[in-house]
């Protein structure tokens, strides 16, 4: 993918952060073994990351800014990917190992987070504590922590920024056509970017301010599975050949950056007038901001992949200590079985008229901003 430019810059932050968490009483990682607090464990511990597949930026990145942050604290890291042309069962095997290897710690960006149940409760029984990192691990009781951005903010931006979108670019007044797609269904996240979106959409749709001519407003017909790029093309040229061939659309709810650039892509080939269409995304992946910057793509999310690691490895720390890992959120995150403590980030809302401001501490971002005049 393509957001590897960037991994230098970020994972030196990364490294940074961790080895600034390390006090003197850790031995420096040796390999000694010792731990810090008879509640803690060993300064060198092995720490699993088990990420999914390799199909976003962000999950690549966030891979490698493991490895090296975790390194610089004093730990082992054992970083491994669930293959896309795999089930959830890889990412069940992976996990297992990990416990059986002896992991102190393990960051699960959940594959399917619906189906960890087995391996989670393995890893309960060893002690093995777990942070769920970005998708959220439902119907278990054997979740710590829970780590990510504000989802549900991400979608509110998200809707905000398709009113906002609509009302620019659109040429008219309301009422205005607009279309809505949403995550994977084996993705906790999905529900929650829809539902935060939802909060702000739905009211303009029950007013008549938005029609969606689909009349596709639930999550289950808004779904796109697996997150492919394919499936929502070919759910968008549907709607198209179904719904306007005459009329013109506005506006289209995408959840991230890749179902962005394919929703476009079949607009353009349904023959109409992209720089008229508000697009909305997420993940500020290298192309949607190239998009952005050309007046394709109306809005991204960015979410800084460095921050978010950064945050885990501190919790990793604290735990590693024998303390409590520190939360800000007690409330929001629901998994079916309890409420996951957590600690959110802030999202922010990326358009073409603040771009150079969002991206100012990404060197690589705020280039193709530059170059995009």
Known sequence: MKKIAL???????????????????????????????SAGFAADATIGIALPDKTSENWVLAGGLF???????????????????NTVAEQQNQISSMVTNGAKVIVI??????????????????????????????????????????NFKVGQLQGQALL??????????????IELFSGSPDDANSAVFFNGAMEVLQPKIDDGTLVVASGQTDIQQTATQGWKAENAQS???SILAANYTSANIDGVLSPNDTLARAIITSAKQAGKDISKITVTGQDSEVESVKSIMAGEQYSTINKDTSLLVEQTIKM???????????????EQYDNGVKVVPAYLLAPVIVTKENAAEAYANNPNLLDIVKQAG
């Not at 990364?14 to 390999?31: K, M, N, V």
């Not at 989670?120 to 922590?145: M, S």
Request: net charge negative.
């Open 164 to 177: 906002d979108g609509l009302a620019a670019r659109s040429g008219h007044e309301a009422p205005w056509n």
């Open 316 to 330: 990793i720390q604290q735990l590693q200590k024998g303390d409590e890992a520190e939360v800000n959120d007690t």
């Open 109 to 150: 960006g959940a594959k399917d987070g619906k189906q960890l149940g087995t391996q989670l409760q393995q890893a309960a029984d060893a002690g093995v504590k777990i942070i769920a990192y970005d998708r959220l691990i439902e119907n278990t009781p054997n979740v710590d922590y829970y780590v990510a951005f504000d």
């Open 67 to 85: 490895e090296d942050g975790l390194k610089a604290a004093g730990f082992n890291p054992d970083v491994q990917y669930a293959p896309a042309s």
């Open 235 to 237: 759910r968008m040229d």
């Open 7 to 37: 991994a230098a810059t970020a994972v030196a932050a990364a490294a940074a952060l961790a080895l600034s968490g390390c006090s003197s009483d850790r031995g420096g990682g040796s390999g000694g073994g010792e731990s810090t607090d």
